[in-house]
């Protein structure tokens, strides 16, 4: 059984560009947040998906936006990169309606704004 | 949101001794889990625990959520303890997959 699984694991990008960044919730689970970890610090939610749709978004700009697909895979884009977008990002999965209370959590994306 | 204080900020301990971390929170909650971020970044859940007592091997946990705070315990700390504890909680306007985190717990165990 697979857990959350989270692509790339490392990436470097220049200021003012756009990354994707993608996840696979573990098997059986159709609820994926996201996260932002920056060096020191717990992490801090950007937004949740289910069923296609943005559910609860945490205090970040517009320029993070998401997408899920039919298979719950999810995806965080980050436009006009800044210096301060340099974190770990962080994707974690949940059943919804079974109810299953722990969250789990991949490997994340390390993401390096130069 | 909530507010989530974690303590002590560090701890340094030699193998085989006995620790305590806590969280406090600044408003009911709804959910409280504790996880240990590895180096490598991966945060392995430990306990899901809303309220009262669990006990899974050497670790440990309780929450008192009328006083609004949580303990976890490691007894007999090994090496392989090292890492990053954090407690995190959702408040009762969440859904489950939103949860407010602490800065965390740094834990270095001694050989």
């Known amino acids: 059984d697979a857990g959350v699984t989270q692509s790339p694991t490392h990436l470097i990008k220049t200021r003012g560009q756009q990354v994707t960044l993608r996840c696979s919730p573990k098997?059986?689970?159709?609820?994926v947040s996201w996260y932002q970890q920056a060096l020191g610090q717990g992490p801090q939610f950007i937004f949740q998906?289910?069923?296609?749709?943005?559910?609860q978004r945490g205090n970040f700009p517009d320029r993070f936006s998401g997408h899920q697909f039919p298979n719950y895979s999810s995806e965080l884009n980050v436009n006009a990169l800044l210096l301060g977008d340099s974190a770990l990002y962080l994707c974690?999965?949940?059943?919804?309606?079974?109810?299953?209370?722990?969250?789990?959590f991949g490997s994340g994306t390390q993401l390096s704004v130069l | 949101g909530i507010q989530v204080e974690q303590s002590p900020p560090d701890l340094i301990l030699q193998e085989g001794a006995n620790s305590t971390l806590r969280c406090n929170f600044s408003?009911?909650?709804?959910?409280l889990q504790w996880f240990h971020q590895n180096p490598w970044g991966q945060l392995i859940n430990l306990f899901y625990?809303?309220?009262g007592t669990k006990q899974n091997g050497r670790l440990s946990a309780t929450t008192v959520a009328t006083e609004r705070y949580s303990l976890l315990y490691i007894s007999s700390s090994q090496t392989t303890d090292s890492g990053v504890y954090f407690c995190?909680?959702?408040?009762?306007?969440?859904?489950?997959?939103?949860?407010?985190f602490g800065r965390g717990t740094q834990l270095t165990v001694w050989p």
């Open positions: 974690a999965s949940n059943h919804r309606v079974l109810g299953i209370e722990k969250l789990f």
């Open positions: 098997s059986g689970h159709d609820t």
């Open positions: 998906y289910y069923e296609e749709e943005e559910r």
């Open positions: 408003d009911s909650v709804n959910n």
């Open positions: 625990i809303p309220s």
């Open positions: 995190a909680v959702g408040d009762r306007g969440s859904t489950l997959g939103r949860l407010y």
